[in-house]
C-alpha cells in the first residue's frame, strides 16, 4: 500500500498507541473525582497540558483541548465575533477565500447573523498579501482570519506579518494553523494572533482531539463559554476530558518536534524527487498554488485532460491512496473550491488536479510507485470494471 495522502489524516504512532492504551487501560479514573486514581489523572493530564504549551511555546492558561480543528475553529470565530458586535465594535471580517469549510461555513452562517465578510483571492502570482487585509479594512472591522497553511495546495500566508498588522489595528486575529502544527519550524510566542489551533490526526495523532490556543494579549480579546456543564477547562468547555487522547496528541506532537528538521528536509527531497520523475514521464502537469511561498509535503499538480476523480479511482485499485483536493467535505469528490479561488478562468483545471502529501513515513519508494501508477494510467493499463477506456 502506498499512502500519499497526509494532509488528510495520517497514521497514528506506535508509541502513542502505547500511550492511549496504557491510559484506557489502566488510568481510568475520572480527572475530576477527589480520590487517588482521579488525582493520578488529574495530574496527569497537567503534565500534558503544560508539555503542550512549552512545545508550541505559549502559557499552560492559553491551552484549551477541544474535539479537534473544526470545534476550535468554530468556538474561536463565533466567540470573538459575537462579543465585538455586542459591544458595539463593528460588524466586519476579513478571511481569505481559501480557508476550510471550518472557517468558511462559519464565516458564512456569521454572514446570515447580519455580519459582513471580505473573502480575499489570490493574487495573480498565487500570493494572499497583507496589503491585501489592509487594504479592505475599514473602521467596522472587527477581526481577521487567515490559515497558515493551506490544506489542498500548501501556499504558506503570512501570519506574522498579518498578526502585527492586526494588533496595530486593535482587531481580534484568529490562525487556522492545523497544517503547520508538526513539520513547521514557527516559534508561535512570536506570533500575534488571538487565537490559533491544531488536531492531532495531522501530526499522527488520534482523531477526534485538537487544542484552540487563546492568547489574551489584548484587553478587547474574548472567549466565551462553549459548552456549559460541569466547569472543565476553565469553566470554557464543560465535559470529563479525553485525558487518553489528550495524552497521545501531546507525545504525538512531541515526537514530531523531536524529528522536525530531520523530517523537514526529507520532505524537501521527496518534493524534487517526485517532480523529477514527473518530468521523466511523458505526462504534463503543473503545479497548483502559490509558486513562491509553498510547503514541500503538500504537492498539488494539474495533470491536464485527465479527469482526478477517474484517476483516483485507479489508483485506489492500484492500492495507491492519494486525495484529488480535500477529503473533508465528506468524501465527495466535488470540484475543489480552494482551485477555484486559485484560477477562476480555468475550469479544466479545477477537476483535473491531484493532491500528493507526505508523512514522516513517506520514502522515495512510495513516490516510485505513484509513478508507476501514473504509468500504468496514462498507457490505458488500469482499467475501470465498467469500461475498457475511458
Ligand atoms: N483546518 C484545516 C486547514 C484542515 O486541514 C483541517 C482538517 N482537514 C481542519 C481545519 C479540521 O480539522 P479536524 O479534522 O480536527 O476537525
Redesign the pocket.
Known amino acids: 500500500m502506498v499512502y500519499l495522502d497526509n494532509?488528510?489524516t495520517t497514521a497514528v504512532r506506535p508509541e502513542v498507541l502505547k500511550v492511549i492504551h496504557d491510559s484506557l487501560l489502566n488510568d481510568y479514573g475520572n480527572p475530576s473525582s477527589t480520590y487517588r486514581i482521579g488525582k493520578k489523572v488529574r495530574h496527569s493530564m497537567i503534565q500534558a497540558r503544560k508539555q503542550l504549551a512549552e512545545l508550541l511555546n505559549v502559557a499552560e492558561s492559553e491551552v484549551y483541548f477541544t474535539s479537534?480543528?473544526?470545534?476550535a475553529?468554530n468556538w474561536a470565530i463565533r466567540s470573538q465575533a459575537e462579543k465585538s458586535k455586542e459591544l458595539g465594535q463593528g460588524n466586519h471580517i476579513v478571511t481569505t477565500a481559501i480557508e476550510?469549510p471550518?472557517?468558511t461555513n462559519v464565516t458564512k452562517y456569521l454572514e446570515t447573523q447580519g455580519f459582513e465578510v471580505t473573502y480575499i483571492q489570490p493574487n495573480e502570482r498565487g500570493e494572499i498579501t497583507v496589503q491585501q487585509f489592509i487594504d479592505v479594512t475599514t473602521n467596522q472591522t472587527i477581526g481577521w482570519i487567515a490559515?497558515a497553511v493551506?490544506?489542498e495546495v500548501g501556499s504558506i500566508l503570512p501570519i506574522f506579518e498579518l498578526g502585527e498588522e492586526a494588533n496595530e489595528r486593535n482587531l481580534w486575529f484568529h490562525v487556522?494553523s492545523?497544517?503547520a502544527v508538526g513539520p513547521m519550524a514557527y516559534d508561535y510566542s512570536q506570533l500575534k494572533c488571538t487565537t490559533f489551533?491544531g488536531?492531532a490526526?495531522?501530526f499522527n495523532g488520534p482523531?477526534g482531539i485538537?487544542f484552540l490556543i487563546y492568547r489574551s494579549f489584548q484587553e478587547h480579546n474574548h472567549l466565551g463559554p462553549l459548552l456549559y456543564g460541569g466547569g472543565q477547562e476553565n469553566k470554557m468547555r464543560s465535559g470529563t476530558e479525553n485525558v487518553p487522547y489528550i495524552l497521545g496528541m501531546v507525545k504525538a506532537l512531541e515526537l514530531t518536534f523531536a524529528e522536525q528538521e530531520e523530517t523537514f528536509n526529507k520532505y524537501e527531497k521527496l518534493h524534487h524527487y517526485l517532480l523529477d520523475a514527473l518530468n521523466e514521464l511523458d505526462i504534463e502537469f503543473e503545479i497548483n498554488g502559490d509558486m513562491n511561498n509553498r510547503v514541500p509535503y503538500i504537492n498539488n499538480l494539474w495533470f491536464n485532460g485527465n479527469i482526478a476523480s477517474q484517476m483516483l479511482i485507479k489508483m485506489d485499485l492500484d492500492d495507491v491512496y492519494i486525495s484529488a483536493g480535500?477529503?473533508?467535505s465528506a468524501g465527495s469528490l466535488t470540484e475543489s473550491d480552494i482551485l477555484k479561488a486559485y484560477y477562476p478562468d480555468q475550469p479544466e483545471r479545477w477537476s483535473q488536479s491531484l493532491r500528493i502529501s507526505f508523512g514522516y513515513q513517506t520514502t522515495r519508494e512510495d513516490i516510485d510507485q505513484f509513478i508507476q501508477s501514473l504509468k500504468k494510467i496514462s498507457e490505458g493499463k488500469i482499467d475501470l470494471w465498467h469500461s475498457k477506456k475511458l
Open positions: 494532509a488528510a479537534g480543528a473544526t470545534e475553529n476550510h471550518s472557517v490559515m493551506n490544506n487556522d492545523v497544517q489551533v488536531s490526526h495531522k482523531k485538537g480535500s477529503a473533508c
